[in-house]
Nanobody, 123 residues
């Protein structure tokens, strides 16, 4: 089992940047594929980005391509999401998730979740 704790959310103006972190503890971080999801009020929890165990394979939702960068530090058991050129529509609670198997676009593919961190982008 792995425990995930997100941090780095906050309030930012449109066009600004934020860096989210997800600290993992418990089992070895490097055995999990990792992802970021987000959920806006009244909406489904959607895939944002995923990264394979080694970091060699990375995927992004079309809505964030070119603006967000996912990365991981297996030595320090941490997942990151660098967000730039933020838009009001990026406002959501952001969750990190761990999968024992692979990167999935569906939330059902993930075994462990963090509690989420709020990102609010003002116009």
């Amino acid at each position: 089992q792995v425990q995930l704790v997100e941090s780095g959310g906050g309030l930012v103006q449109a066009g600004g940047s934020l860096r989210l972190s997800c600290a993992a503890s418990g089992r070895t971080f490097s055995i999990y594929a990792m992802a970021w999801f987000r959920q806006a009020p009244g909406k489904e929890r959607d895939f944002v980005s995923g990264i394979s165990r080694s970091g060699a394979n990375i995927y992004y939702a079309d809505s964030v391509k070119g603006r967000f960068t996912i990365s991981r530090d297996n030595a320090n058991d941490t997942l990151y999401l660098q967000m730039s050129s933020l838009k009001p529509e990026d406002t959501a609670v952001y969750y990190c998730a761990a999968s024992k198997t692979s990167i999935w676009y569906s939330r059902s593919g993930y075994d462990y979740w963090g509690q989420g961190t709020q990102v609010t982008v003002s116009s």
